[in-house]
């Protein structure tokens, strides 16, 4: 581990007033995990007990102890991809990258996992790599993938990536358009809503676009706080049946527009997210 490229990141999050979530990410980023002596120097520099970066470390999914290949492919096994054949298309990627879920190949190109969940049932078998999502892939596309991510993956920006697209979402109680065109975030109009935590209340708007997690908040949610949505205009609060896949908070529904809903995790920091086109 290189310690002057986690001082450098840990300079930069220090200046923008980060949380501990964005520079865990950097961090794993630059190095596929996150080393241990990072760990020390996180928890050194935020003053912060090194169990606390410890927890944050285990407690999300997305970030790993142990080393991982360059690309991270995410084959979802969860009910509505399984009925599609999804154990078909795990095994054919445990066929071509010669590894079983949890391993890296020995070139650390590929780390190859399995999930419950990546949140886009509609678009099943899905397959992730590297936040890309592949929807309905078949056998036979397995390897084009592969090969694609071999050759390099486009580095185009959020808009000209097909595998991210764009949402218009409504209340879920009174179906009023929570789209705002005078707010835009990834150059598409935000959702906005409000939000309450502790004894704080305001405004907060998401990116619009499926797969992106770009928020902007009136207020600083503390990472790890669940938060309570409603809609600005009937104010009902927007709360579902369904819990967290990943660490079991309320999930946050909202109308697609074409029909569907969209499911967005309250707790700040998990990016667990569902989608359910009709």
Same mark, same amino acid.
């Given at each position: 581990?290189?310690?002057?490229?986690?001082?450098?990141?840990?300079?930069?999050?220090?200046?923008?007033?980060?949380?501990?979530?964005?520079?865990?990410?950097?961090? =794993?980023?630059?190095?596929? +995990?996150?080393?241990?002596?990072?760990?020390?120097?996180?928890?050194?520099?935020?003053?912060?007990?090194?169990?606390?970066? &410890?927890?944050?470390?285990?407690?999300?999914?997305?970030?790993?102890?142990?080393?991982?290949?360059?690309?991270?492919?995410?084959?979802?096994?969860?009910?509505?991809?399984?009925?599609?054949?999804?154990?078909?298309?795990?095994?054919?990627? *445990?066929?071509?990258?010669?590894?079983?879920?949890?391993?890296?190949?020995?070139?650390? *190109?590929?780390?190859?996992?399995? !999930?419950?969940?990546?949140?886009?049932?509609?678009?099943?078998? !899905? !397959?992730?790599?590297?936040?890309? +999502?592949?929807?309905? !892939?078949?056998?036979?596309?397995?390897?084009?993938?592969?090969? $694609?991510?071999?050759? %390099?993956?486009?580095?185009?920006?959020?808009? =000209?990536?097909?595998?991210?697209?764009?949402?218009?979402?409504?209340?879920?109680?009174?179906?009023?358009?929570?789209?705002?065109?005078?707010?835009?975030?990834?150059? +598409?109009?935000?959702? $906005?809503?409000?939000?309450?935590?502790? =004894?704080?209340?305001?405004?907060?708007?998401?990116?619009?676009?499926?797969?992106? &997690?770009?928020?902007?908040?009136?207020?600083?949610?503390?990472? %790890?706080?669940?938060?309570?949505?409603?809609?600005?205009?009937?104010?009902?609060?927007?709360?579902?049946?369904?819990?967290?896949?990943?660490?079991?908070?309320?999930?946050?529904?909202?109308?697609?527009?074409?029909? %569907?809903?969209?499911?967005?995790?309250?707790?700040?920091?998990?990016?667990?997210?569902?989608?359910?086109?009709?």
């Amino acid at each position: 581990m290189n310690r002057e490229v986690v001082q450098n990141i840990l300079d930069k999050h220090g200046k923008a007033g980060d949380g501990l979530i964005a520079i865990l990410e950097d961090i =794993q980023a630059r190095f596929s +995990y996150l080393p241990e002596e990072a760990l020390r120097m996180v928890a050194k520099a935020r003053n912060v007990p090194l169990v606390e970066v &410890y927890g944050v470390a285990t407690f999300y999914k997305a970030f790993s102890l142990k080393p991982r290949g360059k690309h991270l492919v995410s084959a979802c096994l969860g009910t509505a991809c399984h009925v599609r054949g999804a154990p078909t298309i795990a095994n054919e990627l *445990e066929n071509r990258l010669g590894i079983k879920p949890g391993g890296t190949t020995a070139d650390r *190109e590929f780390t190859l996992e399995t !999930v419950n969940c990546l949140g886009a049932c509609a678009l099943g078998p !899905v !397959v992730v790599v590297d936040g890309r +999502y592949f929807p309905k !892939v078949s056998k036979s596309k397995v390897k084009q993938i592969i090969d $694609r991510v071999r050759e %390099g993956l486009e580095a185009s920006d959020i808009k =000209q990536d097909y595998h991210i697209f764009p949402v218009e979402v409504s209340c879920s109680r009174c179906n009023h358009a929570l789209m705002d065109p005078s707010y835009e975030i990834d150059g +598409y109009p935000s959702i $906005r809503v409000t939000i309450s935590f502790g =004894q704080k209340h305001g405004w907060l708007r998401l990116s619009s676009m499926y797969g992106s &997690y770009q928020v902007f908040s009136e207020h600083e949610i503390p990472l %790890g706080t669940v938060a309570h949505f409603f809609c600005p205009h009937c104010h009902a609060e927007l709360i579902g049946a369904s819990s967290c896949p990943s660490c079991n908070a309320p999930m946050v529904p909202m109308i697609v527009r074409g029909g %569907g809903v969209v499911q967005i995790c309250s707790r700040r920091g998990c990016k667990s997210h569902m989608l359910d086109l009709v």
